[in-house]
Each structure stands twice: as C-alpha cells, then as structure tokens.
C-alpha cells in the first residue's frame, strides 16, 4: 500500500509564480524524497531529505520535513513551463530499504 | 551503460498472451526494483532484488508475476496469460546499493529507466 500522500492532487499556476505541493505519510521514515516525471515515463530522483534535517534546497527546490506531523512540502520557486509535471513524494522507512511512493501532484505551469 | 534500459518501449498483446519486459540496470548498480503505473496513478512496487539476496516478491499481485536477474544484472518480468486489467507502464529502476546510514544513504536513489507501456487487448 501506498503510504505517501500527496495534495493537491492537481495544480496550475502562471510562470513566474512558486507552486507548493505537500507529502503526507504515516510511518517512521529514514529518509524522504521527491521525484519528478514527465509525460508518464521515467522519474527523475530531484532531492533527498533525512528524517534529522528540517529544510534542504537544491536551486530553485526547497523542502521541509516535519516528522512530528510526518509531512513534508516541496517548493518550486519562479515556476517555467518546463516544471510542467507529476511530482512524487517517497519514504525509506526506517527499518527497511524500499522506496514508498505517493500518488503524486500533477503540476501544470502556463506560459 | 549510462542509464537504466527498458525495452521494449511499447508492447501491445492479445489477453492471455504471456509477455516479457527487460530492464538493463546502470552497470554497477547491485539493487532493481520493478514498479507497475496505471494511468494517472503512483507507482506500485512490484519486486526487488539486491545482490544475491532471495528477492522481495511482496508486491507481486498475482502468481502470473515473475521476475528474474540473471548475473546480478540484467532483469526480466514475466507476466503470463495477460489480462486488461494488466495495462500499465511498467517501470524499472536500479541503485548503487540499499543502505540507510552515513555515506550509503544518498545510494536509496533510484535511477529510473524510461518505462515500458503495455497495452493487452
């Protein structure tokens, strides 16, 4: 089963703007990373976050872990058209090796 | 190779046809993990294997699901007599090594290979 939970499900904002897409989850995590996919295919691995870390950026990609209320957010600031795209959350439990994965968040950027 | 190879890229079959689907790891990767996507949806896990260890078969959905790594390397799913409901892009994904501490941990990264879309009629 799916433990990551992504909102929202869908979202669309201008060029330009930040767009903020949230990570719920329900187990002790290790770790928590986020993906991105274009066009139904394969994902590309953008940041990783250990369960000890509050806040990483990477570029233009900044993400927040709260462990107490097990969530976490990406945000992607002065958002282009090229963003267009499924983000997904995903979990390494602590105890185990897997990757869980969310359902995702369908960004859509419009020039 | 440079990345994770999945072929073919498309696969159309008749319901209850038997179909393979091959992933080419990143030379080097020990871990390959199978993931199923139905349109729209998240990723399912389906199977893992690392190194030589007996593979983790929990998210196989059906004795029809087989998977094999022949060498430590390349890997094959095998779904057998096909069904609709079997239609989904098929995703393969390879990493250095399953580790949770220290300098391992940033090897949990998957590299993903492009997908096979498998359409059964």
């Known amino acids: 089963s799916q433990q990551g939970e992504e909102d929202p499900q869908a979202l669309s904002i201008q060029e330009g703007e930040n767009a903020t897409m949230n990570c719920s989850y329900k187990t002790s995590i290790n770790n928590l990373q986020w993906y991105r996919q274009n066009s139904g295919r394969g994902l590309v691995h953008l940041i990783l976050i250990r369960s000890n870390e509050r806040e990483k950026h990477s570029g233009r990609l900044r993400v927040t872990l709260d462990t107490s209320k097990k969530s976490s957010s990406l945000l992607i600031t002065a958002s282009r058209a090229a963003d267009t795209a499924s983000y997904f959350c995903a979990t390494v439990p602590e105890y185990g090796n897997k990757l869980v994965f969310g359902a995702g968040t369908i960004l859509r950027v419009k020039s | 190779g440079a990345g994770v190879s999945q072929s073919p890229s498309n696969k159309v079959t008749e319901k209850g046809k038997d179909v393979e689907l091959r992933c080419d790891p990143i030379?080097?990767?020990?871990?390959l993990y199978w993931y199923r996507q139905s349109l729209g949806q998240g990723l399912e896990f389906l199977i893992y294997f690392q190194g030589n260890s007996a593979p983790d078969k929990s998210g196989l959905p059906s004795d029809r699901f087989s998977a094999e790594r022949t060498g430590g390397s390349v890997s094959t799913l095998t779904i057998q007599r096909t069904q609709q409901e079997d239609s989904a892009v098929y995703l393969c994904?390879?990493?250095?090594?399953?580790?949770?501490?220290?300098?391992?941990?940033?090897?949990?990264?998957?590299?993903f290979g492009a997908g096979t879309r498998l359409s059964v009629l």
């Open positions: 994904a390879s990493s250095l090594r399953s580790g949770q501490t220290g300098s391992t941990l940033a090897k949990n990264i998957q590299y």
């Open positions: 030379s080097g990767h020990t871990a």
